[in-house]
């Protein structure tokens, strides 16, 4: 396993369309976060699953928004009527649950460019 | 919620020289501490963290102090290299890491 794995790396879209991104993370991890990123900024908490379980969401992350991690491994997340404000790079980050590490490990994210 | 103030936003240093970034943050309950680095085109990387009940965290050209009372931390980077020239990220969390709140980031520029 070489780390978090993020598809697509890119995407364009017209607004209004809906785009969904891919998270693969680290396969022992057992958490998975999603981070949005502008220019200039540093990443956002959007939304956190334990397992397959979404146990936190940002105010940021507006009913446009889903994750969604089925099975406990990859997660997905979708933005639906996409927005210009929606252009970004999202993150994806994995952890294990241990007390002694607290690290994430992030992905190289996908960044989004709604025209 | 947690509020994390970072400075400075660019910094330029030459090579050989030392760089230090500093964070401020809010809310007392933080006890966890990362420091990531982001390169062009990549996610942040971790390149040290420090818990609330440790003072100073060294590893190798890098390390980290925190201060609880006065609420700030600081990453130390020694000998500096081109290298790691790269936008650098303090986060704060309380210690779950469930949620990192980030700063704002710094550009360090290492001339050569």
Redesign the interface.
Known sequence: DTG?SQDPRHKITKRGQNVTFRCDPISEHN?L?WYRQTL??????LT?FQNEAQ??K?RLLSDRFSAERPKGSFSTLEIQRTEQGDSAMY?C?S?PIDRSN????????TRLTVV | GENVEQHPSTLSVQEGDSAVIKCTYSDSASNYFPWYKQELGKGPQLIIDIRSNVGEKKDQRIAVTLNKTAKHFSLHITETQPEDSAVYFCAASQGSARQLTFGSGTQLTVLP
Do not use: I, K, M
């Open positions: 978090v958490r976060y200039g900024q540093g990443p956002e908490f956190y146990l936190e940002s993150l980050a952890s607290y690290g994430y490990t992030f992905g190289s994210g």
